[in-house]
């Protein structure tokens, strides 16, 4: 095995390993069942947990997917699989060489440093040049490569299938409480509160301003019920995603600002995490300032209630 390959995995495992492999964008319910299966084995058979993840996903690799799509990024993926429980965490630079591995030389490289005694992934997990490495290709080159395999079926809610391609549907669409469910958590984004234009201040309400991760998919303009979270304190809020047209700045780009519904301080430099709940309306243009305030008003009282508990 050429040795660039073999360092795909990094160090050498110091235990043999149950692995679970895939994109795993978003993590849902349906990917928490493949990686708590993962758990499950290696703590029957006193191995390691792994997950093997790929960097770019494959999917934006081979522009099946955008720049700014991903549900979760590697950071958050990474916190997500400590949540869960796993051992290690191996993110593979997706390229071109990558995808062209026979599912031989890939499980050679992953063999080398791994020691997989357990390998469990999706039903429509595959790998390697023209996808030769699917998952039932795998399971076979089991016993060659020393691990037994586990095919683990789409889980199925509301009648259809879990999936990633399915949860950026709904939340392109607005549809929080639905994408939320399939999550299995709400959907976030973290980063540092900055300084605005005092705009939301002057009407009486206040905002606290982030700007959107490059990379993460980004929620329909709009008003949403969220959960800010700064400093390990949780507070209910009604935040906008939008251009601010009633102010006619839409060539200023896209501005995230939550307005606390029962806090106010100096958060300046912190982090915020917006945990989002339900959408509450589409953004739209009001006459005056005035009747802006009114909706904020209405907007405000249909979070408090949203958010009651």
């Not at 690799?61 to 916190?79: M, P, S």
């Not at 705009?199 to 606290?208: A, E, S």
Request: include cysteine; charged fraction near 25%.
């Amino acid at each position: 095995m050429n040795e660039e390959f073999s360092n795909l995995f990094g160090p050498e495992a110091p235990n043999h390993t149950a692995v679970s492999i895939g994109a795993f964008d978003g993590l849902h319910l349906g990917h928490r069942h493949i990686l708590e299966n993962t758990k499950a084995r290696a703590k029957n058979s006193g191995l390691m947990s792994a997950a093997v993840l790929f960097d770019p996903l494959p999917s934006q690799f081979f522009g099946r997917l955008g720049a700014n799509e991903r549900i979760l990024l590697r950071n958050e993926q990474e916190e997500k699989l400590r949540e869960i429980g796993i051992d290690r965490i191996i993110f593979l630079p997706f390229s071109e060489k990558l995808a062209n591995l026979t599912p031989s030389e890939f499980l050679s490289a992953m063999q080398s440093r791994l020691h997989c005694e357990w390998l469990t992934m999706g039903d429509d997990f595959s790998i390697g040049k023209d996808r030769a490495g699917t998952a039932k290709v795998l399971a076979e080159l089991g016993p060659a490569f020393g691990y037994h395999a586990e095919i683990v079926r789409k889980d199925v809610m509301d009648g259809d299938v879990i999936s990633s391609t399915r949860i950026r549907a709904l939340l392109h669409s607005g549809s929080l409480p639905e994408a939320n469910r399939l999550l299995g958590y709400s959907f976030f984004f973290s980063g540092n509160i900055i300084h605005g234009d005092a705009r939301g201040r002057k009407l009486g309400f206040p905002t606290l301003n982030v700007k959107i991760p490059e990379g993460k998919l980004t929620l329909p303009n709009g008003v949403y019920a969220t959960w800010n979270i700064i400093d390990g304190q949780k507070y209910a809020a009604v935040t906008n995603i939008g251009v601010r047209p009633t102010f006619g700045l839409d060539a200023m780009g896209i501005f995230v600002e939550s307005y606390l519904l029962n806090a106010s301080g100096n958060f300046y430099g912190d982090n915020s995490r917006l945990e989002f709940i339900e959408m509450l309306r589409e953004e739209k243009r009001f006459s005056s300032a005035e009747e802006l305030k009114d909706q904020i008003s209405k907007d405000i009282q249909h979070a408090q209630e949203i958010l009651h508990d």
